[in-house]
């Protein structure tokens, strides 16, 4: 929505769309917007009944469970943070640093929801215990929160895109560092920056690990990661070059996500290298 602008597509009201639950208009914007409110209704269903699944399969400790009510918590945050877009204004070309603290939260939150909902079926396909963590496990926790502050950024970069398009990748280059250019422009070359160092680095780091993983999963997870990484980047960096159109927008975002789910999935199975591939079923456990 932010990308065709179509954030005001229902006007400033909230479920409704212009007041009404089906509504009469002309706009492309306003159907935009209704479809997305759409298909979050029916997502959101989907993860009650998912919620709802996991209560009666497992017990209160197993951790798909847990995951299960994580879901369905960030699918309520992540609604109430695009409501309060709607009605607060901060759509369309609306520039404020508000608007971008928001848009940093709804990012954090896609990102635990859909972390969540990936978590939870790796919990489910897990058929022995999970291993309490090991200090080096520990410290692998961090991993994720590299991904979380690219992803942030990357936010930035495609709303400054959005707001303030340059046809000329030098000229927006130079805006980039111009101490006069607007705030967003000055924000939207950390993005580029820090996926190249932080993303590239975490690329080699995988590479590495899969060398000397003790288990088929883990190297497999491992090897997964750096090709992710590295084809994240590269179609970033293509995205870049082309001025950013709105199907290379939509793809980079859903690397973005699959960078994410493959990363949190390889901490939680590090803490399982004696559980081998094999080991591992489509089906849950029930207890």
């Not at 997502?43 to 497992?58: E, P, S, T």
């Not at 942030?152 to 959005?162: C, E, P, R, V």
């Not at 709105?246 to 960078?259: E, F, P, R, T, Y």
């Amino acid at each position: 929505m932010r990308i065709s602008h179509s954030g005001d597509g229902c006007g400033d009201t909230w479920p409704l769309c212009h007041g009404q639950l089906i509504p009469e208009a002309q706009r492309g914007k306003t159907w935009v917007e209704y479809g997305h409110r759409l298909m979050s209704g029916i997502y959101g269903l989907v993860v009650i009944y998912f919620w709802w699944a996991a209560r009666k399969i497992y017990p209160k400790t197993h951790f798909a469970r847990k995951m299960a009510f994580a879901t369905l918590i960030f699918t309520i945050t992540e609604a109430l943070l695009g409501a309060k877009l709607v009605l607060f204004g901060l759509v369309t070309t609306n520039d404020t640093p508000y608007r971008a603290f928001v848009m940093a939260l709804h990012q954090l939150n896609s990102f635990m929801l859909t972390g969540s909902a990936a978590l939870a079926f790796s919990a489910a396909t897990l058929q022995s215990e999970l291993q309490a963590p090991s200090k080096e496990d520990k410290r692998y926790r961090y991993l994720p929160w590299a991904i979380v502050i690219i992803g942030i950024t990357g936010a930035w970069a495609s709303l400054s895109n959005s707001l303030f398009p340059t046809e000329n990748l030098w000229e927006g280059l130079l805006a980039d560092f111009d101490s006069n250019s607007h705030f967003l422009v000055r924000l939207r070359g950390l993005h580029p920056v820090l996926a190249l160092l932080g993303g590239g680095s975490l690329a080699l780091f995988f590479w590495i690990k899969a060398q000397t993983a003790e288990s088929l999963l883990v190297e497999r997870r491992s090897y997964q990661m750096s090709l992710a990484l590295i084809t994240a980047i590269v179609f970033g960096i293509l995205t870049l070059l082309l001025h950013a159109p709105v199907w290379m927008k939509i793809v980079h975002l859903a690397l973005a996500h699959s960078v994410w789910v493959i990363l949190l999935q390889w901490v939680f199975f590090v803490r399982a290298e004696t559980v081998h591939l094999d080991n591992l079923e489509a089906s849950p456990v029930k207890s």
